[in-house]
């Protein structure tokens, strides 16, 4: 019987240095001259994977909004993976922004990826959704080297990864 290679596409962000990335843009917020003596906050609450920023305005919201963002940047966090909410109004004309983070292929997303590479009809490929990961497998190792590098151009709304290959 031939052998079946496999790998698994999915996706993760390393929470601790969400963390990391947060607490210094506190630091920059306590340190910038535009920042002072406003109430502007930044809180990552972990449990739900995701941060809350409140600003006195839209300025200072987008300019911390953009803070995130470098500093995910820097960390290696995959800003792909931000799932950004929509300004809202907060108590005392004050603004408010939730931003997700993507932290699982969701089934959508997953279903996309699987109809992309049957649409590639690449021979013998299998895929599977598996919980939250998609399991792509195929007799030979060069078929799925052929899908990772076709999965590495297309573009989902996240940052993928690819892992245990067998």
Known sequence: MAKTNSFDVS?????????????????????RY????????VDFDRAAGSI????????????????????????????????????EDASLGRKRQRVGLKQSIDTDTAKKIVKAIKD??????????QGDEVRVSAPKRDELQEVIAFL????????LSFGNYR
């Open 34 to 41: 535009d920042f002072r003596g406003t109430d502007t906050s």
């Open 152 to 159: 590495k151009t297309e573009d989902f709304g996240l940052e």
């Open 120 to 129: 590639q009809k690449f021979k013998k490929v299998q895929a599977s959704i």
């Open 52 to 87: 809350l920023i409140e600003a006195d305005d839209d300025y200072k919201l987008t300019a911390v909004l953009q803070m995130v963002r470098e500093k995910f940047v820097r960390r290696g966090v995959p800003v792909k993976n931000i799932d950004e909410g929509a300004p």
């Open 11 to 31: 996706t993760k962000i390393d929470l601790q240095e969400v963390d990391n990335a947060i607490n210094q843009v506190k630091k920059e917020i306590a340190t």
